[in-house]
């Protein structure tokens, strides 16, 4: 009996070792996958995808400051979680950047809000090298505007994707905007697939409702004549 147990436990090690071996050769080969599937797409997903299918209304209520006395019907509060959803630039990450990156710079002379604006902070979201060298990155923009005609500053949030030629920008579009103006605010939200399908929806957010603008989409590929 001792010595069945002997090589009872001696085969269970060998079959937990080859386990072992196996799990961390399928780990490396889904790394390894993972890796690859991400290399064959022409651009980061930015975006939440059912951005295409809300039904969004025209305009819809909002209780900016939790008064007791307005009572929201079902349908505000239904487009606006739909409209909460959609809103993912907080969780967008990228590495810290410096302000005085000239593609960045150069592309902030064509803004003409960015221009006048103090960027306070800036990440790399993305870089992608093109097969003719050109370079496809994407930034996000914390920034503040100092404007004489209103008492705060005007708050600037964006999400760009820009396409440069060594340190010319060639072209850019935004992926995401928020500007708070003391009186609204203008938003301006996209959702971006792998194949450079670019679908946005555009909103003004005032004290006692909510503004639909439309929806609109263009193809990244085609406006950066990307092959």
């Known amino acids: 009996m001792k010595k069945y147990l002997i090589l009872l436990s001696f085969f269970s ?7 072992t071996d196996l799990n961390v050769k ?6 390894k996958n ?9 651009l980061k997903k930015i975006g939440v ?3 295409e299918n809300y039904d ?10 939790d008064d007791e006395n307005i ?13 909460d959803k959609i ?45 003719d060298n050109r370079q496809i990155k994407i930034f996000k923009t914390i920034a503040k505007l100092e404007n004489d005609n209103y008492d705060v500053p005007v708050n600037i949030y964006k999400i760009d994707l820009i396409l440069v030629n060594k340190s010319n920008v060639l072209n850019s579009i935004n ?11 203008r938003q301006n939200i996209c959702f971006l697939d792998e194949n450079g399908k670019l679908f946005c929806r555009k909103f003004r957010i005032e004290e006692e409702k909510v503004i639909n603008n439309g929806s609109s989409s263009v193809n990244v590929k085609k406006m950066f004549n990307i092959k």
């Open 13 to 19: 090690i060998l079959s937990c070792k080859k386990n």
């Open 26 to 31: 399928n780990n490396s080969i889904e790394k």
């Open 34 to 42: 993972l890796k690859n599937k991400d290399s064959v797409y022409l």
């Open 49 to 51: 995808s059912e951005i």
């Open 56 to 65: 969004f209304p025209e305009e819809w209520r909002v209780n900016t400051y």
């Open 71 to 83: 009572q929201l019907e079902k349908k505000d509060i239904q487009a606006q979680n739909q409209l």
């Open 87 to 131: 809103d993912y630039f907080n969780l967008i990450k990228g590495a810290k950047n410096e302000a005085s990156n000239i593609n960045y710079l150069n592309y902030i002379r064509k803004d003409s809000l960015l221009n006048l604006a103090k960027i306070d902070s800036l990440f790399l979201i993305d870089s992608r090298v093109l097969s």
């Open 175 to 185: 992926i995401y905007s928020e500007i708070d103006f003391p009186y609204a605010t």
